[in-house]
């Protein structure tokens, strides 16, 4: 156990404090007969006890179970902590982390009114519903935190001959490493390194594709030569493309080095499976990560259906 339900609660009007009750019963829209369930991903709201005790010594009054709107109260994870995606096993149900805190309205509403200040939206947090069932207090909460799989394969005829040592790939696993770290994230990255040849590449693409990997980076074969296939094998598995950060970063440095503008990379979507093609070059990797990253998290977010605009 992780942590447990210590309250459940529910209000019948968006803006007004909820009232404990003795279960609640989770559909694929939220908490029956809840204000806040809905076709959208802030189906059900959690509130830390830890969080409500902090605030309630700032306010120096008790503060009750629901009085920030929250449908579940928990005890003994640190919830702002947790990462989208994460997600929250109790019972039966299963919830998955979509939002962490929201806008808060002040003085239009009820909460704020009554309460005088609301923590929900910094250290409140948001799910949605993958399996449906029923919660009640002193239920155990299991927390499944999100790792995040990314794939590196670099195509290269004489680096996977041994000729010379792939420093491409490398490059793009430094760079990824500071970013999921700099964003405190779970992740796993493997690597590989194979031939330019198509067909070892869809196989790749494929079994990543199946197995549910989040990002797949290729670096090698963008170019024009007779034996650049990557573009050609991975456009014809893309679901649809992503072609606005792959323009961008070959004006971006075309502007400067024309020869940037011979680069044919893509990117788009396989499945839930993201792909970048990137040139095979260390500077190249360099130049394209660093704009990749810029927009990487977003991308997933739409991916996934959570509206963060």
């Known amino acids: 156990m992780d942590g ?21 019963t989770i559909t694929e829209s939220g908490v029956m007969n809840d204000a806040h369930a ?24 008790k503060i009750h ?15 702002p902590k947790c990462n989208i ?16 805190g929201k806008e808060c309205h002040g003085t239009t509403c009820a909460i704020f009114k009554e309460v005088g200040n609301c923590v929900m939206p910094k250290e409140g947090i948001f799910c949605r519903v993958l399996k449906t069932g029923t919660i009640q207090p002193n239920d155990e909460i299991l927390l499944v935190p999100k790792v995040t799989h990314v794939s590196i394969v670099t195509l290269s005829d004489r680096a996977s001959a041994g000729v010379y040592e792939d420093r491409s790939g490398p490059k793009i696993k430094e760079m990824l490493d500071a970013f999921f770290s700099q964003k405190k994230m779970r992740y796993e990255i493997e ?45 014809g598995m893309l679901d649809k493309e992503i072609p606005g950060i792959m323009e961008l970063i070959r004006v971006k440095y075309g502007m ?28 190249a990797v360099s130049e394209y990560m660093s704009e990749i990253t810029k927009t990487m998290e977003h991308t997933v977010f739409m991916l996934h259906g959570i509206d963060k605009h």
């Open 256 to 283: 400067e080095k024309p020869n940037a503008l011979l680069s044919r990379g893509v990117a788009g979507i396989m499945g839930k499976t993201i792909v970048y093609t990137l040139p095979g070059s260390v500077k």
């Open 85 to 100: 995606f994460d997600r929250f096993q109790v019972g039966e149900t299963e919830l998955e982390l979509t939002q962490i």
């Open 4 to 24: 447990k339900v210590l309250s459940v609660n529910i209000s019948e009007k968006t803006g007004t404090i909820k009232h404990p009750v003795e279960k609640i």
């Open 65 to 79: 179970f629901g009085e920030f709107a929250e449908n579940i109260t928990t005890q003994g994870i640190e919830l």
């Open 191 to 235: 690597t590989l390194l194979i031939p330019d040849n198509a067909e070892a590449l869809r196989t790749h693409l494929n079994e990543r594709r199946n197995g549910g990997t989040d990002f797949v980076f290729t670096t090698g074969g963008t170019g024009i030569g007779e034996r650049d296939i990557t573009v050609e094998t991975v456009s």
């Open 38 to 61: 809905g076709d959208w991903h802030r189906q059900v709201s959690l509130l830390a006890v830890e969080s409500i005790e902090k605030f309630s010594r700032q306010a120096n009054r």
